[in-house]
């Protein structure tokens, strides 16, 4: 007999696979070690998760490899909460454990190739030949550079011989040669681990005296934090309320208990900041590290590793951060915890909050859930006593929120008959503040110049070839461009459809926001954030530290300039297009339009200077916007929850989307009807199938989409479903990944 463990491979299976550890290795192979084991005709890298149960015999199963660590990188905590996030989500256990995992830069992957039998007597009727074509004097030359024996040589270096591509390509195809692919150690020495902050580098931190509710608030998580036992908080604070002088107390308490400290935030951009704010304050023993996945792969892993050993107590991050190897965890901070970014769109979609909750389970840690606007899922835990509430109703310092104006277009119209972004009442309130010296945030959530160009002849509109969507048109780049799939194509002159030259752009985007600003207003220093404009953190947080420096008067860009920021001269926040989310088909837009433009209203007026918010709408009598103008989060609620209620939505039912997908609208189509006829005999448990149906965005970067959607009274009736569902595709032969699983998604696009 001999030891099995199970091997979490990154490949699209909702299973292990089982091999041997060979009896060198026996030792050393533990759980939540990295391991390369053969697969197929390849080398992989994965992780040990488990011993394996069943009794098999050492010639049955391949062995391991080789291990790549001395001590494992993951945690049995986290081991559990990776067999979680695959089972809840149920995503592909491999590619929820690589996600868990550092970048893997100690091993690379090459292609070896083999001489065999048959290439052996092929060489030998090569070289009897008195004359040879190029092609056989190219195949001699590859099968003379093996050793006698014909052991492995590198693909790489056959392939630089004389005609070497080719004749690799017939040799394999007569069985002359065989391939693999191995993994080998890489010779560099790995990237060391450093702060990206200069030694000289000691930001100004000062300690804010706490209100009463920032105190109440803080006792209430210093209490768990003594308890050494789960709880979740909701810090439910307005804007500007010093939610995070009570996050910056909590961690400093989980420090002096010798526990460890998680704060997730919603964007990358985001993590500096705070962490050099944290670093400030913790000083640098604390070991301030910061992960997400946009440092490079070496950057990364030298970080990931240096939290595994204990040189870092508190890790910012994104949403993949929670993954982060920190142990005696005592605190997870989510701040904005109802923001959409912290769902991952690839396979596997887990929710980062989510996620959080269940690591912070596991460890016994206390959670802090921070927002000025909560989740509905959130506050209804809150209001069933599952989350403890702590609420900040009032700004620090006793400075009022800003006074907020709803601007109707529809009047504006009216009274000047222009179609252009800025109201007259907007464009008087920007000219006000650039005569006083004040700065002022324009917010669009719209990129690009315009948002399609449109033949006024016949209608249409001008398309992305791999996804049903109208292209937006990019000004500066000249080009029409999708957002889901990056495909671009120039200008029209002249409808692709009709023929006729009556081709113009619809809508206005934060590009032509800037343009108008710049016509408007020339003497004014204008600057722009969005994902067009801003592509690194380096541009990100110059942008930034401009505006933040006075060196800029107006700055106007998307939902990235609402989020997190606190700038103390801004006396006007205006919205150009408050209403823009409303219109999409998803029952989350009326939340989403509520929490952007309460978040924007809460960049205003930060400082001594009373602030003021201009709304622009067509629609100002919609609740959402109602509610967002008065920044009251409880009258948004009651309205929202009775329809959510009504329509058996989230948080009152579980909810998932599946897809069905494939290149061929057919396959799609059958695919669709089959899964219909699986899910059929689940409404009789109580779940509501909607479907299938073509998906809002009905073709995605090439292929054909139907969707479902599934409701259900109860979570553990919907994971029993979708397991049943996965399990009956298997078996009817339905591809894996033709389906795709979206548990409690985030949108329904």
Known sequence: MVELCEVALPVPLRTTFTYAAPQALTAAT?????????????AMVGVVVANAQEEERRDQVREISEVLDSEPALTPPLIALGRWVASYYLAPVGEVFRAMLP???????????????????????????????DEERAELAVLTAFAADGQAEGAARLRRLGGGEAAIGRLLRRGALEARVVAKRRTRAPVEFESDAPAEWAPDAPRHALNSEQKRALDAVRADLAAREFRVNLLHG???????????????????????????????ALTMALSRLLEARLGREAGVTVLHSALPDGERSAAWWAVRRGAARVVVGTRSAVFAPLERLGLVVVDEEQEASYKQEETPKYHGRDAALVRAKLEGAVVVLGSATPSLESYQNA?????????????????????VELVDLREDFRQTHSTRALSERLRTAIAERLEAGTQALILINRRGYSWFQLCRSCGAAVECRNCSIALTYHKQRGRLVCHYCAHSRPVLSACPKCGQKYMYFVGEGAEQVEEQLRTEFPRARIGRLDRDKVRTQQEYRKILGAFAAGELDLLVGTQMLAKGHDFHRVTLAGVVSADLALGLPDFRSAERTFQLLTQVAGRAGRGEMHGDVLIQTHYPEHYAIQAGARQDYHAFFEKEAQFRRAMHYPPFAALANVIVRDRKLENAAKWARQLAAILAPEEERGLKVLGPAAAPLARLRGEHRMQFLIKSPKRTLLTQALTRALDACTEKGIPDGAVLMDVDPIGLM
């Open 238 to 268: 307005v804007t500007g309320s010093g939610k995070t002088e009570v996050y910056l107390g909590a961690i400093e308490a989980a420090l002096a208990a010798g526990r460890t400290a998680l704060v997730l935030v919603p964007e990358i």
């Open 103 to 133: 970048p893997v830069v100690e091993v690379r992957t090459v292609r070896e190739l083999s001489r065999t039998v048959a290439g052996a007597q092929y060489l030998g009727e090569l070289e009897a030949l008195e004359e040879r074509t």
């Open 30 to 42: 533990a759980c939540g070690m990295r391991v390369v084991v053969p697969f197929r005709n390849r």
């Open 383 to 403: 209001r069933r006593e599952k989350y403890r509430l702590l609420e900040l109703p009032m700004r620090v310092a006793e400075r009022p929120l800003a006074r």
